[in-house]
């Protein structure tokens, strides 16, 4: 098979969605703006939790919570955790099904707390990192409550049993970026001559 690549003009590699100048058009009805598509890239994890991702809002993947998540200790803790680009509000809400969503949000209908996320810098903000820091420590404070779906969903997602055995052993969060550290960086080397822009 002969294939030629056409590159794409007026566009390159450190361009947002915004800066295109594109109407944007959400994908799914979860994905409604440029910062839930940000915040998608890690706070889909969660989907491998008995958590609440904002389906069911306004706010999908820009919101983590559930009926029994204490907000007011967690927001005490990821604030001291120095994520960059990100700023954290406890909120309360209550999601509810809809008939353009395929599937029934957890906990319909409940009243939940939560842990809202507000991208302050696109750039700086690392969505798996913010992501995990926030699992792990739901994870730590509600070690009873905090569930992984049985059929080990999150060893799927995650790419491996990693984050669930770095949960078990209570390590803090900041111990896992180090640990994906050299994965990124061998993919980043292997990807290069396949780069277009």
């Known amino acids: ?17 915004n800066e295109t100048k594109i109407a944007w058009r959400h994908p799914t009805p979860f994905l ?35 009926p029994w998540l204490g907000t007011s200790f967690l927001l005490e803790k990821l ?6 680009g990100v ?17 029934v949000p957890q906990y319909d209908g409940q009243s939940c707390g ?4 507000m991208i302050t810098d696109r750039d700086e903000f690392s969505p798996l990192n ?9 994870n730590q ?9 049985a059929d080990g969903y999150i060893d799927k997602l995650f790419g491996s049993d990693l984050l669930r055995v770095l ?6 969060p900041d111990h896992l970026p180090p640990q994906w550290l050299h994965d990124v960086l061998k993919f980043n080397e292997f990807r290069q001559p396949f780069l277009i822009y």
């Open 1 to 17: 098979v002969e294939l030629t690549v056409v590159p794409m003009s007026n566009w390159d590699r450190e361009m947002w969605f």
């Open 79 to 84: 604030n001291s955790q120095g994520l960059k």
């Open 141 to 149: 404070l509600h070690p009873r409550e905090f569930q992984w779906k």
């Open 114 to 117: 939560g842990i809202q996320l």
């Open 32 to 66: 409604r703006n440029e910062e839930s598509l940000l915040a998608y890239v890690g706070m889909d994890l969660f989907r491998g939790t008995n958590m609440n991702i904002g389906f069911g809002t306004e706010t999908p993947y820009l919101i983590v919570g559930s």
């Open 130 to 138: 913010t992501a995990t820091t926030i699992m792990l420590l739901i």
């Open 87 to 103: 700023e954290f509000k406890a909120v309360n809400y209550r999601p509810t099904g809809s008939i353009y969503y395929t599937r």
């Open 167 to 172: 949960a078990a052993q209570r390590k803090p």
